[in-house]
T-cell receptor, first 117, second 112 residues
Framework: DAEITQSPRHKITETGRQVTLACHQT?????MFWYRQDLGHGLRLIHY???????NKGEVSDGYSVSRSNTEDLPLTLESAASSQTSVYFC????????????????FGPGTRLTVL | DQQVKQNSPSLSVQEGRISILNCDYT??????FLWYKKYPAEGPTFLIS?????DKNEDGRFTVFLNKSAKHLSLHIVPSQPGDSAVYFC???????????FGGGTRVLVKP
């Protein structure tokens, strides 16, 4: 079965370190997204990609970067981790409209809980 | 400035009764609206969606209503079951396949 996976599921790091969170999907979806979830804020979009070599900034992109070298993966990098980046991170993917017969349905991974000390 | 708002952070309802979750938005360019359900330690899962050309969409126990003039949508769960206890997020998009803007979520507790 097609799926979307994230690794690691839990990560503790120190302020100033570079951290990369992995996201891998086997849906063959063109669209991939990274969100962070914080209490009271719901899910906020960090970066997104509509295809290989395409990346775009979301509403909370400062301090984060992504690259898309293939269809399946969209790794999220924290260049220099800060305590404000302690959060739960979700990756999601979706197909272009019409292919799945649904409206913008995004499939989410299980999340990565990141703690920055 | 939050473009999608869920003003009730929590809701408690008796099993078998109706749960009504509300969501307001400010961006008139939003064309599609979705509801996601989230259990602890899991990713959100899609529940139901509605296009701006409709005012109602039903799927089993779940119905979403859209009032475009009021920029308001609601999710009705009838009857509510203990397994419905979760956090519910509404989300909006400007076009199919496009990025989503989420509300802050409503935690629902269904009491047996």
């Amino acid at each position: 079965d097609a799926e979307i996976t994230q690794s690691p599921r839990h990560k503790i790091t120190e302020t100033g370190r570079q951290v990369t969170l992995a996201c891998h999907q086997t849906w063959n979806h063109n669209n991939m997204f990274w969100y962070r979830q914080d209490l009271g804020h719901g899910l906020r979009l960090i970066h997104y990609s509509y295809g290989v070599q395409d990346t775009n900034k979301g509403e909370v992109s400062d301090g984060y970067s992504v690259s898309r070298s293939n269809t399946e993966d969209l790794p999220l990098t924290l260049e220099s981790a800060a305590s404000s980046q302690t959060s739960v991170y979700f990756c999601a993917s979706s197909s272009f409209p019409g292919l799945a017969g649904s409206y913008n349905e995004q499939f989410f991974g299980p999340g990565t809980r990141l703690t920055v000390l | 400035d939050q473009q999608v708002k869920q003003n009730s952070p929590s809701l408690s309802v008796q099993e078998g009764r109706i749960s009504i979750l509300n969501c307001d938005y400010t961006n008139s360019m939003f064309d599609y609206f979705l509801w996601y359900k989230k259990y602890p330690a899991e990713g959100p899962t899609f529940l139901i969606s509605i296009s701006s050309i409709k005012d109602k969409n039903e799927d089993g126990r779940f119905t979403v209503f859209l009032n475009k003039s009021a920029k308001h949508l609601s999710l009705h769960i009838v009857p509510s079951q203990p397994g419905d206890s979760a956090v519910y997020f509404c989300a909006a998009s400007g076009a199919a396949g496009n990025k989503l803007t989420f509300g802050g979520g409503t935690r629902v507790l269904v009491k047996p």
